[in-house]
């Protein structure tokens, strides 16, 4: 391993080191809020390992973290829970058991459950900020600039949700993967990250975009220097779209699959005495968000056109929809990313004064020749 790949995987690892500290210090010395989120009661029996995990990775177990904690120690048995997906509580809940199945003897499955997220999560984020540096390697053409994108994600303000029991760092992890996969030509490969990615986070879907672009490119770059007769340009038009749409098809099925498992649970002839057996007895009957598979009271959403539990949850109970967050009272929420977005608008300002032409055709128009006074290394670069 070079000098630059040594460092970066170093400093990966301390920033973690760090956090993880930083957190067990700020959990135990500030008392918590209780913003009335989702906290579902402890089962389990809660011994002196228990304790100790607590002590020491107990602030990683809140918020969101809480939800994916329950689902891989549950499974998916009340409604709410089908805006998480499951790629990320499904792989704790399976080395949970298998690899660190020796906990289990030590402590209860929550706090097994929680040393596996936080362990997944740190090795994941190395191998996330790795894949990054590589990526940037071959987009940016410059090891130096890479070296330091690489160490910036280390230490982005989002941190905290990138060790603890959120899906944020093996969506990254796949997406960088196939955003390199990309670069490398090796589109199959890519379809399979990318599909990774949209059965870890809804907002993988979009990773789709990435496909259609490289591919119609290559279409677009090929069309322009082939000899070959209007037929056979008809042939290998129609063979790229072909491939393009399977391509698409793979990325979008963990999505839709998980809507028609939701489906299959709410809406379909689901056991209700199977359904109850899973659920958590202390939560409300009487509470939509709450609501057990199989249940006589059939939720809205069933009865869409095309039903979507997603985008139901989302809208009902986290009030998430287009520019719904742009009110007053988020006002101090904008001032603390005000430097952020200043930064992004600055740099996304300063490429497209740099390669005007090329943001003007999205990439797809005739490629850079080397003769052209553009800077062919660093952010800047075509």
Known sequence: M????????????????????????????????DAGVFNPPIRHPFGIWDHVVDVLLGGFSHWDSAHFLYIADNGYTIQKHFAFFPLFPCSVQLISQTV?????????SHSALLVTAVVLNVLLFVGATFVLFQLSI???????LAFRTALLFCINPAGIFTSAAYSETLFAFFSFYGMLSMERKQYLLATLLFACSSAARSN?????????????K??????RVTQ??????????????????????AILAPFVAFQYYAYYLYCADFEREKALVLWHPVFPTDNEEYLPPGSTTIPP??????PSAY????????????????QLKQIPNFILAAPMITLCTSAIYGYCKVNWSLCRTLGLGTEIKVGDEKPRTGFHSP
């Open 2 to 33: 070079a000098a630059y790949e040594k460092e970066v995987v170093k400093f990966a690892v301390f920033t973690r080191i760090f956090l993880i500290l930083w957190q067990m210090a700020s959990n135990n010395l500030i008392p918590d809020h």
């Open 228 to 249: 070959e007769s209007s037929l056979q340009k008809a042939q290998l038009v129609m063979v790229k779209a072909i491939s393009t749409v399977c391509y698409v098809a």
């Open 100 to 108: 660190f199945s020796p906990l289990h003897y030590l402590m209860n």
């Open 138 to 144: 071959m987009t940016l053409c410059d090891r130096q």
């Open 204 to 216: 993988g879907i979009v990773n789709c975009g990435f496909l259609i672009f490289f591919t119609t």
């Open 301 to 306: 959403w069933c009865n869409w056109t095309v």
């Open 311 to 326: 985008s139901y949850i989302q809208d009902t109970f986290w009030d998430v929809g287009f520019l719904r967050y742009y």
């Open 218 to 223: 290559e279409l677009l770059s090929r069309l």
